[in-house]
DNA sequence: GTGAGTGCAAATGCTTTGCAATGGA
DNA sequence: TCCATTGCAAAGCATTTGCACTCAC
């Protein structure tokens, strides 16, 4: 947990204690910490024996009473796992989420799946229900369960990096798709021009590629096995083959002849498609680093309709300099 | 509560009894008599009033022994609806549902959403999770207390009943897409002999509409209010537009021609993908009325592409005579 | 100094368990 | 007869409340 963070919550604690004419204290700030320091799903009690340990004197009683008011200022987020216990996770800037939760060891993996967010928006508004929240809980038995292996703790991450993770790669998976499409295409392009000018888009994809890289790399070093962690973001790879056009549409017989212009254009309308796609997918996160992952590779894609649309200018101006 | 199904479930559970070496009474019998007779999402308290209203003597704890076994058995199904109460529903030839929950009056209304079950499935397997069940949860504030207006209980109806309802409405609302489809194309088409094929196929699916329309009253006249019960079946309209072919591929020009073999191949086309959509579709279901419904349409949708295909050989036999 | 916070103990509410009496198979 | 079942009372358990004392503002 960086000290930026645990500032940031802290400051949204006081603040939220001022508004209700409430008194910070020692005891507070002291569980804030705990809570703060902590990954996972704890319960009372867990949170309660981390707190014992630094102060004997504290009781119970306060540990309800302060997790009551940081879930009522949106610090935690209470959940249930199917064993009775009333359990908190952190949500100040953590993406709603859902839980595969295995009723042998009560471990539960955490997972965001938009088509789940839009599943719910659609049916609550046909009952007219006003939203307060909901859940999707799928309870199983894990891998190291069913064959009887040791179990430890699942989560140990900060759930907004592994986020942050999930989204450079699916904006990964985005550019990988786009560079095979490029490839393919450049390949069975049989215009000199417009194989140039697609292999050019190949580079750019590829610089594109090494930075996400690096991105991913850099994020991943942030903190021990995070590369490890499993798949937090359910992210369905369909949508992302929606964007890239039908090669099947641009063959004439079975040959490809795509000029400049065309492959401008084709470049031009699969940049415009990733943009709009990721600018809307980011919509559906709450302030988070991952969000701010699909919000930059979404201006990204934008900068590069840019350059094309400078390069078609170019290319009306001149057709043999480009 | 139809007499046939108390049976059956009785049935059960006495095989259930005797499976486990356990004994049959006189208080399981009243409990879950009283059980199968109720609808709704009861919790002990509530199950326990009305056994005692029947007989003074029996206790709680009866009541709560009962209600494992009929859970173990598969005839009621434990549920949680956010006020920290264990509630039982029927489970015995109920189709696995969600809940909305108002979090003002408690109440809940159940749906059903093969969508969600599709997304549980992939997530669960990406997880190497061994599946057991799953739910999602829906919180909000109903209409009702919105408006601060008296509320009164949902869900009195029966629920296999509520599913048939919709799966018959589902069915008519294939139905009616694939009228409103013929009526277009019978109207633009250009060729004579087409153009009476398709007609035919308006005055079938007029027919069918029909007798659909009377199984709908039929099972709505099974119960009190059952037209006015919410949607239970949660179904994706979209999935049954992509059943319908685009007329647009059949343009040339502005205009459409399709000749007496081409509608045939089309009607055919439709009939069989409806058919195989809606067998696939049964599939998601445990045993109830709303599959045998679906099972039912397919085959006649099945039924129809027999018929699509004698024409067809009538056809090619002597052109002239269809 | 005022009023909220704390921590103890006690209470609450749902659910389970222990146990002696009961009654099915 | 045997052993599961029943219903009472009692225990468990997570959580909440009452209350006197403490401490932050």
Do not use: W
């Not at 008011?69 to 959940?79: F, K, N, V, Y």
């Not at 359990?87 to 800037?93: D, I, N, Q, T």
């Not at 907004?160 to 798709?177: G, H, P």
């Amino acid at each position: 947990m960086p000290m930026r963070k645990l500032k940031e919550e802290t400051e949204l604690f006081y603040s939220y204690l001022r508004q209700n004419g409430l008194k910070k204290t020692y005891q507070k700030d002291l569980i804030l910490e705990t809570f703060l320091n902590t990954e996972g799903h704890l319960c009372v009690e867990d949170i309660y024996a981390l707190v014992k340990k630094r102060d004997k004197k504290v009781g119970v009683v306060t540990v309800f009473r302060t997790l009551k008011s940081l879930t009522a200022c949106g610090i935690a987020r209470e959940i249930t796992l199917g064993d009775g216990l009333t359990r908190f996770e952190h949500s100040y800037h953590h993406p709603h989420h859902h839980h595969i939760v295995c009723t042998e060891c009560h471990r539960a993996i955490e997972f965001v799946c938009p088509e789940l967010e839009r599943i719910q928006n659609d049916i609550i508004q046909k009952y007219h229900f006003h939203p307060i929240h909901h859940r999707f809980q799928t309870y199983g038995i894990c891998e190291d369960c069913r064959d009887h292996r040791a179990v430890t703790d699942f989560q140990k991450h900060d759930t907004e990096r592994i986020f942050a993770r999930d989204a450079v790669k699916m904006a990964l998976c985005m550019e990988n798709r786009c560079l095979e499409f490029y490839r393919n295409l450049a390949d069975r392009n049989q215009d000199s021009a417009g194989k140039e000018i697609i292999e050019r888009m190949v580079q750019e994809v590829e610089a594109h590629t090494v930075d996400l890289n690096l991105k991913l790399e850099e994020i991943v070093a942030q903190e021990k096995d995070l590369d490890c962690a499993p798949i937090f973001l359910h992210f369905d790879p369909c949508e992302l083959e929606e964007l890239i056009p039908e090669l099947s549409r641009y063959e004439s017989g079975d040959a490809i002849r795509l000029d400049a212009k065309a492959s401008i254009e084709l470049a031009l309308h699969l940049n415009r498609a990733a943009a709009d796609f990721f600018k809307s997918y980011a919509d559906r996160f709450a302030e988070t680093q991952g969000k701010q992952v699909f919000i930059s590779f979404a201006n990204q894609e934008g900068n590069h309709c840019d350059l094309m649309r400078q390069r078609m200018e170019q290319l009306l101006a001149s057709p043999s300099a480009v």
